[in-house]
């Protein structure tokens, strides 16, 4: 359709309007690890520029507020957990799990249902905390192309940060030019074909021929029938699986990021994989798990020389860019979410 060539095979993208943006497209972020929350306590995240209040109640419901409290301003995370409702620390006003303001001390009449602040839609998954930075949230989708949801097993792994936009993180992955030119793979080894599932959705897997006469190939064709796996699938914005590893055991690793206030990437790596019943299948499941955490931090660390420095613009796309450039127009498409701090 739009795929115009201008001079020298070069690729129109257009003007970009959600990517390398402030603005989140719609989709679950992760603000904290689970385990990082216990009953009672409330904590500080910015997410995006926003100053948010994660808490827990006394019975373990995780609620997630705008921080600052609607009577002075005091961050709410200086505040305290009272059963199932915070307290604001300054002049100790009362907010239920909806945000509703229900008791200010030292007033005769109590405030109407009006006065309050923003709840954000929250959910537990895979060890993380995530928030819905809109209105009506949408199920938590992300899994192995591969696996049923419901069959996923998980544990978290590495927390890491970069220096570049999340969008600079989730490209790399598909960056096939660079796997060839940073990471040596030979020529036809890796040609991703994109498939959009929905808005928020979208796969690339790996279609590339293992190379008959390279050493490398030899090597990989005792592991792989014809085609090395690796497949990566990416929900909303900045979540990202990728899968890989020989025909007999493919692994699996979730990529949750954010944007953090200085404008880089904080980022968790999660190991996911197909759950199996009985003692024997989770003796399985955790070995697999903790083999997978282990090879995700090649990931989690790798290329970090570039995001120290790049400024993510990509002026000149050509051919071989065609997975990023899909990987752009699927974000492209994705509705931005309204999260201004006021
Ligand atoms: S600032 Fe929170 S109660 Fe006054
Ligand atoms: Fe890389």
Redesign the pocket.
């Known amino acids: 359709g739009r795929r115009r060539t201008r001079g020298s095979g070069m690729l129109e993208i257009g003007k970009l309007t959600n990517f390398n943006q402030a603005v989140l497209v719609e989709g679950w972020y992760w603000v904290l690890a689970s385990d990082d929350l216990p009953a009672g306590r409330v904590k500080a995240v910015e997410l995006a520029g926003r100053p948010l209040a994660v808490w827990r109640s006394a019975s373990g419901a995780v609620r997630i507020f705008d921080a600052h409290?609607?009577?002075?301003?005091?961050h709410?995370a200086e505040?305290k957990v009272e059963g199932e409702a915070l307290r604001?620390?300054?002049?100790?006003?009362r907010f239920e799990a909806d945000g509703r303001c229900s008791h200010?001390p030292c007033l005769a009449h109590q405030p109407g249902a009006g006065v309050g602040l923003r709840a954000w839609p929250a959910i537990e998954r895979y060890g993380l905390i995530w928030v819905w930075p809109g209105a009506s949230p949408g199920a938590f989708q992300p899994a192995p192309p591969s696996i049923e949801a419901a069959a996923v097993r998980s544990m978290l792994g590495n927390r890491f940060r970069k220096a570049c936009h999340p969008n600079v993180v989730m490209v790399n992955a598909i960056d096939e030019q660079h796997f060839r030119t940073v990471h040596r793979l030979p020529g036809d080894i890796l040609c991703l074909q994109a498939a959009a599932h929905d808005r928020h959705a979208i796969t690339f897997r790996n279609t590339g021929q293992m190379p008959r006469t390279h050493w490398l190939g030899r090597l990989l064709r005792r592991c792989y029938r014809d085609t090395l796996y690796y497949e990566l699938s990416y929900w909303y914005g900045h979540v990202g699986v990728a899968s890989f590893g020989p025909d007999f055991l493919h692994l699996h690793v979730l990529f949750a990021l954010r944007r953090s206030s200085d404008g880089g990437t904080e980022g968790y790596t999660v190991a996911l994989t197909r759950r199996h019943a009985g003692l024997l299948g989770r003796l399985r499941d955790a070995l697999v798990l903790w083999l997978t955490r282990a090879g995700a931090r090649y990931f989690a660390f790798g290329d970090t020389r570039i995001f120290q420095s790049i400024r993510f613009n990509l002026r000149h796309p050509i051919a071989a860019d065609r997975s990023v450039i899909a990987f752009i127009r699927h974000y492209e498409q994705q509705a931005s979410l309204d999260w201004s701090s006021e």
Do not use: R
């Not at 409290?69 to 005091?74: D, I, N, Q």
């Not at 604001?88 to 006003?93: L, P």
């Open positions: 409290c609607p009577h002075m301003g005091a709410l505040g604001c620390f300054f002049h100790n006003w200010i």
